[in-house]
């Protein structure tokens, strides 16, 4: 088990955001939660990544408690996260973005980037046609591309991605995804926060339904995508729109 | 950077001053002395500096430490900030009135300010042209080091989106912490240069200074280095232009027209805010 957290709850000042979350994933995994808003998809990957402290509960990465640690000591045990609205730096270059992916390893001599970049470059072509063009001026698809590409740069075990298609046309969203599953195939374990759902479960190997701050189901993507009450609650009768995105690899080895 | 503007800034400059008075002090420079020439002059002006940096930049980490730290953990609102801003900035200046008098301190004389030659009906002096290429060299260090190092790129990282910097390994207190021991440090020099310069120290002298300052900042586009330098280079030549025209009395008059002027209309600044524009 990769990533762990048992009964954790939090808090936003005296509101629960999280009641008794506990999910699990593993190594090599592509895990999604899906959920209507407010269900705590969010909240569970800034709690994990530090960015919320836990009122109770464990997060346990590799075997290590982790929920007392601030966000910059968690991306060093390589449990990165590309956060919501893709958080890219406006004022800073494709590069410099790519080279702030970096930072956690950058440790007192500076480390050679070079095959990252290449790596990044090569699942993202048109960064590099712009690597030196500022991150604010990228459009939305150009940006999460980034983001994404820059959570890789940590060379991370485990990559937390929030909405990775929120805002972007269907077509982009499915070229995102074929390469999410293309970077859990060179060996990084995912767990992806999604509102649209139906692209998550065809993507995912399990996923996790999350309903006011718990889970109420867990099951394979498959079997969920299938599921009558999942359909009409969180699929929106459109299972089938973007079905071209079959780039969803088989379980994991 | 913080969207905060220390407003204790001021004071932290004004410790510089006197710190550099003290160093000049301690090194056995009195008034009397014959100005120093070569490398004597060097080696003082740089234990001097030396002694400034360090007395401004400890000041200004032990106020992020003590004041402003602990409101940003506690998730205070700006407005909270500024506040403790404006009190830090009482308490130092009384305190070195208290210690050292309201009077003007006169600094001995460092160097020998001769007239090496005239520009276009001004006379350039020795003095001036030391202050404006060590203003010169510090401002290109200041912009090589945010450009170029990592912790420089910590710096604008964090500036730009600090909870995404921590998620990318940034330790964003740490990252403050010295980015309040930068702007110390450079605050300490820049009181050196102001007290070669002007030969004066007292308990509110960074006040009018800190003020431009800010005028240059917000002028030049805040969170923008660049254009603070230009901010401040355009108010200069701004204050000096209106008191020819005006009288020398009206200097300060126009730099403050000026503040409130960019202020009302052009708020980002001239250069703009190069940050956040794309700020969802």
Redesign the interface.
């Known amino acids: 088990m990769l990533l762990e957290l048992e009964d954790v709850k939090v808090h936003y000042g005296k509101v629960e955001a999280l009641k008794s979350m506990s999910l699990h994933v593993d190594e090599g995994e592509i895990v999604t939660l899906v959920g209507s808003n407010g269900a705590g998809k969010t909240t569970t990957l800034k709690t994990i990544?530090?960015?919320r402290p836990v009122t109770s509960g464990s997060v346990r990465f590799d075997g290590r408690a982790i929920s007392g640690l601030?966000?910059?000591q968690i991306?060093?045990l390589g449990l990165?996260?590309s956060?919501e609205?893709?958080?890219?730096?406006?004022?800073?270059t494709v590069m410099?973005n790519l080279?702030?992916?970096a930072?956690?390893?950058?440790g007192r001599s500076?480390p050679d980037l070079g095959p990252d970049l290449e790596r990044v470059f090569a699942l993202f072509p048109l960064l590099a046609e712009r690597r030196s063009q500022p991150?604010?001026?990228l459009s939305g698809g150009e940006q999460q591309m980034l983001a994404i590409g820059?959570a890789l740069m940590?060379r991370p075990r485990m990559v937390l991605l929030d909405e990775p298609s929120m805002g972007l046309a269907p077509m982009l969203v499915a070229q995102i995804f074929e390469i999410l599953a293309e970077i859990n195939r060179q060996g990084t374990t995912l767990l992806l926060v999604e509102q649209n759902a139906a692209q998550a479960l065809r993507l995912a190997h399990r996923a996790y339904v999350l309903e006011t701050g718990r889970v109420v189901r867990s099951a394979a993507a498959a079997t969920l995508l299938d599921d009558e009450s999942v359909k009409s609650a969180y699929l929106g009768g459109d299972a089938t729109a973007g079905a071209e995105a079959d780039g969803a690899p088989g379980p994991p080895v | 950077m913080l969207r905060l503007i220390n407003f204790a800034h001021s004071e932290i400059f004004m410790i510089g001053v006197f710190a550099s008075l003290f160093a000049m002090h301690a090194l056995g420079i009195d008034a009397g002395d014959p100005a120093r020439t070569g490398l004597a002059l060097g080696a003082s002006l740089l234990v001097v500096m030396v002694v400034a940096m360090v007395a401004s930049g400890l000041t200004a980490v032990i106020m992020e430490r003590v004041a402003y730290r602990p409101l940003r953990r506690r998730g205070a609102p700006r407005l909270a900030a500024l506040i403790t801003a404006v009190g830090i900035s009482l308490f130092l200046q009384e305190l070195f009135a208290i210690r050292y008098g309201r009077e003007v301190l006169g600094f001995p004389r460092l160097m020998e300010k001769r007239q090496l030659f005239e520009l276009g009906g001004a006379n350039v002096r020795t003095d001036k042209v030391l202050v404006l290429v060590s203003a010169l060299l510090l401002m290109l260090a200041l912009d090589r080091f945010v450009a170029r190092t990592r912790l420089g790129r910590g710096i604008r990282a964090t500036a730009q989106d600090a909870e995404t910097a921590s998620l990318m390994g940034v330790n964003i207190d740490r990252v403050i912490m010295l980015t309040f021991l930068l702007g110390g440090l450079l605050a300490g020099a820049a009181g050196t240069l102001y007290g070669v310069f002007f030969e004066a120290a007292r308990y509110n002298i960074g006040f009018l200074p800190g003020i431009k300052a800010f005028t240059a900042a917000v002028l030049g586009g805040i969170g923008n280095i660049r254009g603070a330098l230009a901010g401040g280079l355009l108010l200069g030549l701004l204050e000096n232009w209106g008191s020819a025209v005006l009288g020398g009395e009206w200097k300060d008059v126009f730099a403050f027209t000026v503040l409130v002027l960019v202020l009302m209309f052009r708020p980002t600044g001239l250069l703009g805010e190069s940050l956040g524009r794309a700020r969802a």
């Open positions: 990544s530090g960015l601030a966000p910059h991306v060093r990165c996260q956060p609205g893709r958080g890219v730096f406006p004022g800073m410099e080279e702030m992916g930072y956690a390893r950058a500076r991150g604010g001026t820059r940590a």
